[in-house]
């Protein structure tokens, strides 16, 4: 077919298969082409990429020399060497993946059954508004520690299930689009939460926070175990993380092992066929969104104890940065734990890169050419010399 | 006629898609002026070869030719330009538009003032020309099947094609607009048109087609022998590589005792229109009940009403004892009533998930597949094992997505699955269409077994040849309405084709 002397056509055909390897390669290909489109802001902004992206590395995860440094100092019993940060960046990189994991397995569940939540910011909000609730206003401050975060726990999953539910309702029995519901649903707990803590009745003074909870309702920290072994001194690190994890486990297990994973995924694949099959679709759709929901809500009272504080700074985003998780973990709850963690360690690396926007730039890229590739997978490319195009008959044109 | 011109030529022709060959260096000719059939079993590449024929696809190698000229078509409006058409089986027409307004469509010219006026004057000349006449202001969706073929037919002539290439074209029709689109087919030979016939349906062929090319798995098996002199088990013996047995051996058995009885059943379509407007039917045990009708008379919405896809508007239908309506909680009665949907890929199994989950649709929340809350994975195993094997489904593995198997692969995953719960009841519908004969026969087999096994069979399909065949007893449907019952022995072919089309058999 390649007619020489002819222009070249760029020539797409559709894939009736889609290659295994195709998921894998579009989430590395996303992040290496972010780096390379982030590369030319910086040098544009007047930074040098490479020694950028090493400094955001060294301070998201560390150097080899810090781990190597920890590692010796944690068998020794001693305190990190002076000069080294051992293993300081990965203890943030930790903290600040925790909330986005839990929002990230927030949306994979969701997404799994193609319900677009990308509510979870807002669902967030709510359940680190419930948890601060039961935290500083309903509980004593004497309450026993375990008892303190379990409650939050539970005051959190539950207004964020409540919160993904309401959305999920409205789509399984009015079909209203869940885009534009749980999107709009975000403004409202943004502006719930700020009434509460800036105009409204949480409000200490001219503070505009709830004033710090009490020490049991704070995550405990690796800092507090120093006297035992020195190498903590100073690490932020928290149960949060293996709270996350934990849900990671358990949602895989449920997604790919039980009953209710298997309803989620046949619906998720052809609504269609489930109803062939008797199972009821409106049920689990909203189902899915309230555990959507209730995961975003674990999330929102992970960052308050994590906080021990809620204010109007509370950081929104989080919820977003889980959409983009679940897509580079290919919707695999497992895979999000590895995503969720160069995430965070990419967060932590960019806090203090100039300019300010660096971390929000190179995720909306990640996502733009993971999403991209996906549909590049579906189609075969390649140039081919042709002959021009023959003009339809004029007798047509009559 | 043998001393014709070529209307085009297609020379090793090779087109690949990922893991098949569709087509292996094929050869395909056609005289100006002739109905040639383009026979093989699904799957042999007939599609593919057309497709690239029109435009929509580009083969790796070989080359077309159209008046002794190399081409390189990159769209349909290449081959159209060439005089090479196709009308595929699901139309390309716009339901709301007019006749008028979907001949332009696609048209680059005129580029901004349409007149209309004049489109509709020439399709009406059209029309009158070849003895299709259709009104060119009626909109689609108002059209019978029937004519909406003929507003496709006409669009091709409008664009100016010599060379028809016709998808399966009889599928939709009853017996009589079959005739009539056979006669309209020769009137164009008269005319120096060329008809491509692509068919599966070895007694059409033989009627209407002057030369007959065979292909078996992307190969010619018989490159354009003369149809007249053909017999059907020889173009069979060509189409599938062995010998094909057109007998279907049924047990005589009387009918047990009503399994299904539908009374009054009435139920609405898509569009909030009547489609069933009182229906009236028994199934009973160890017989087949055969619903003939041309498509869109409420056969899809009666399979919906009864599976549990669609609420009815009024009257009831039980199963056994068993009332089904919206109160029924189908996945417990799932087991026993089996459904082979309409449409395999959209409805009745998930393309994305293996072989071995979509065999546990219908059975995941029991014993042995479920134990409590999860899924028994060894379980889903050994079940797919057991299936593949029983129904010799052609499966790399049971790990394999369903969306790679082929058409009767994918309906054997779903026999199986359907088959193997025990059914009381089950309700397939068009089981055979765009099947080859190996996977026809295997399906007329399943359900025949199923009948003398003793279960309930309610067959809808369009295939009249398949009806009388299988069913013990006919039903007619017609608007809704079931407008003849009556016993498939000896029933009259000529008959049933006037109440598919309305008319009631005077009696």
């Not at chain 1, 409205?170 to 409202?188: D, F, K, Q, S």
């Not at chain 2, 790399?396 to 779903?414: C, H, W, Y």
Request: charged share 15%; hydrophobic share 50%; aromatic share 6%.
């Amino acid at each position: 077919m390649n007619l020489p002397g002819t222009p070249y056509r760029l020539m797409v055909e559709t894939r009736r298969t889609n290659p295994g390897w195709a998921g894998v390669v579009s989430s590395i290909l996303g992040v290496v082409l972010a780096l390379i489109v982030g590369g030319f802001v910086l040098k544009a902004a007047g930074a040098a990429p490479i020694s950028t992206y090493q400094e955001i590395f060294k301070e998201g995860f560390g150097t080899p020399a810090d781990w190597q440094a920890g590692v010796v100092a944690l068998f020794t019993n001693t305190d990190c060497p002076k000069g080294l940060i051992c293993f300081g960046p990965l203890s943030d990189t930790l903290v600040k993946a925790s909330p986005i994991l839990l929002t990230g397995l927030a949306c994979i569940v969701a997404f799994r059954m193609r319900l677009w939540n990308i509510g979870a910011d807002g669902q967030m909000f709510m359940g680190a508004w419930a948890a601060t609730g039961v935290a500083v206003f309903l509980l004593p401050k004497s309450t026993n520690p375990v008892i303190m975060l379990g409650a939050m726990g539970l005051a959190g999953v539950l207004s964020g299930l409540i919160y993904g539910a309401i959305p999920g309702y409205l789509r399984a029995r009015l079909n209203i689009n869940e885009i534009i519901t749980t999107l709009m649903l975000n403004y409202v707990a943004y502006n719930w939460l700020e009434y509460f803590v800036i105009v409204g009745p949480w409000s200490r003074g001219d503070f505009e926070s709830t004033g710090n909870f009490p020490p049991s309702a704070t995550w405990p920290r690796l800092t507090q175990f120093a006297k035992a072994i020195p190498i903590f001194s100073g690490l932020t690190a928290h149960p949060g993380i293996l709270l996350g994890v934990a849900a990671a486990i358990i949602l895989a297990w449920l997604l790919f092992r039980s009953r209710w994973g298997y309803e989620i995924r046949v619906i998720g694949n052809n609504p269609k066929a489930a109803r062939y099959a008797g199972i009821n679709v409106s049920r689990n759709i909203i189902l899915v969104m309230a555990l959507s929901g209730a995961l975003a809500g674990l999330a929102g009272m992970n960052e308050v104890a994590a906080l021990r504080v809620l204010n109007g700074r509370f950081a929104r985003g989080f919820g977003f940065t889980g959409v983009i998780v679940a897509w580079l973990a290919r919707l695999n709850p497992l895979a999000a734990i590895l995503v969720a963690f160069l995430f965070g360690g990419l967060l932590v690396g960019t806090q203090l890169i100039q300019p300010q926007g660096i971390s929000s730039m190179l995720q909306g890229v990640i996502l733009f050419v993971v999403v991209g590739t996906e549909v590049m997978f579906r189609y075969r490319f390649r140039l081919e010399r042709v002959a021009p195009a023959v003009s339809i008959a004029a007798e047509v044109a009559k | 006629m043998s001393d014709a011109p070529q209307a085009f030529e297609m020379r090793g022709i090779v087109k690949r898609f990922p893991g098949v060959l569709a087509n292996d260096h094929v050869d395909f000719a056609c005289r100006a002026g002739e109905v040639h059939a383009l026979l093989g079993e699904n799957g042999a590449g007939k599609s593919t070869l057309m497709n690239v024929l029109a435009g929509l696809y580009r083969p790796e190698a070989g080359d077309i030719l159209v008046g002794g000229q190399p081409l390189t078509f990159h769209s349909p409006q290449d081959a159209i330009a060439h005089g090479i058409g196709m009308i595929h089986q699901h139309f390309m027409l716009v339901p709301s538009h007019t006749v008028a307004e979907n001949m332009v469509l696609g048209l680059n010219r005129p580029r901004f003032f349409l007149d209309l006026a004049r489109v509709e004057e020439q399709v009406k000349a059209l029309g009158e020309q070849y003895a299709m006449q259709v009104d060119p202001r009626a909109r689609i969706w108002d059209l019978s099947v029937g004519e909406q073929q003929r507003v496709e037919v006409l669009k091709m002539l409008f664009r100016g094609a010599k060379v028809l290439i016709m998808d399966e074209p009889t599928a939709v029709l009853t017996p009589q607009e079959v005739e009539a689109l056979f006669h309209t087919l020769r009137d164009m030979t008269q005319r120096g048109h060329t008809i491509v016939f692509i068919s599966h349906k070895l007694d059409e062929v033989v009627a209407i087609a002057d030369r007959v090319t065979v292909l078996r798995r992307g190969k010619v098996t018989a490159a354009g022998v003369p149809a007249r002199g053909a017999t059907k088990a020889q173009l069979a013996t060509l189409m599938v590589g062995r010998e094909v047995l057109f007998q279907i051996h049924k047990k005589k058995m009387p009918p047990g005792a009503p399994v299904l009885t539908v009374s009054n059943l009435s139920a609405e379509n898509d569009r909030g229109l009547p489609a069933l407007r009182g229906v009236s039917l028994q199934v009973c045990a160890g017989e087949i009940l055969g619903i003939a009708g041309v498509a869109g008379n409420g056969q899809s919405e009666l399979a919906e009403v009864l599976t549990g896809l669609r609420r009815c508007t009024g009257g009831s239908a039980t199963l056994g004892d068993t009332p089904l309506d919206g109160a029924t909680r189908w996945q417990e009665v799932g087991q026993k009533l089996a459904h082979i949907p309409e449409d395999r890929s959209a409805v009745g199994s998930v393309g994305e998930l293996s072989v071995a989950d979509n065999l546990i649709l219908k059975r995941f929340h029991k014993a042995p597949i479920a134990s409590g809350w999860s899924i028994d994975s060894a379980a889903v195993h050994a079940n797919a094992l057991q299936l593949v094997d029983d129904y010799q489904i052609a499966t790399p593995s049971v790990d394999t997505l369903v969306r790679m198997l082929s058409g009767g692969n994918l309906q054997k995953v779903i026999l199986a699955r359907e088959i193997s719960g025990r059914p009381a009841l089950m309700i397939a519908v068009h089981p055979t269409r765009g099947l080859d004969v190996g996977a026809t026969e295997t399906v007329h087999k399943l359900l025949v077994e199923q009948r003398d096994g003793g279960a309930a069979i309610l067959l809808i399909s369009e295939d009249l040849d398949e009806l009388l065949a299988l069913a013990d007893r006919l039903a007619v449907i017609y608007e809704g309405r079931i407008i003849g019952d009556m016993p498939a022995e000896g029933a009259d072919i000529h008959v049933i084709g006037l109440m598919m089309a309305g008319t009631k058999a005077e009696s």
